[in-house]
């Protein structure tokens, strides 16, 4: 599935943005889209601003375990600061990280596939991969989101 598809599905879930089940997520639902939207915005830009001369290809045994199997189990991950909200996440904030990822995202499209992002633990990732991780790391979120509201009703 495309990112622009799971944008649709993000935008679908901007208005239970108040909900949380700690059951499911020590974080609600504002915190997961805030934090999607924050890496989309992220690792977007960085990577239109990458100089593909810079990508070499390397093997990665724990991206190409997630990336295969298209899954990011739940708990083993830690959000790095830059993308990990720790102070109160208001509804117009998250409508703003939306539209600016509506636009960014369309810049991907038009790179070359050496364009690249250096991943904390999945390395130096071409085009290709940078959207296979937006892709999972999306999924994995809006899983987690799903699952808040499915118990919340």
Known sequence: MSIDKKLSEIENFIKHYNKTNRKVSAKGVDWHLDHILKVI???SLYTVKSNPKDYKRSFN???A???TMNHIPRGKGK???PVNNIDTIKLEDIKSQF???KQ???NLASLSKNHNFKHPIFGLL???QVN???NVHTQHHLKIIKDIIKYND
Do not use: Y
């Open 61 to 63: 045994a724990i991206r």
């Open 65 to 67: 375990l997630v990336f």
């Open 132 to 134: 296979t991780f937006l």
């Open 99 to 101: 539209e600016k990822a």
């Open 126 to 128: 071409n085009l290709k």
């Open 41 to 43: 915005n992220t690792v």
């Open 104 to 106: 960014i995202t369309i």
């Open 79 to 81: 959000a790095p600061k």
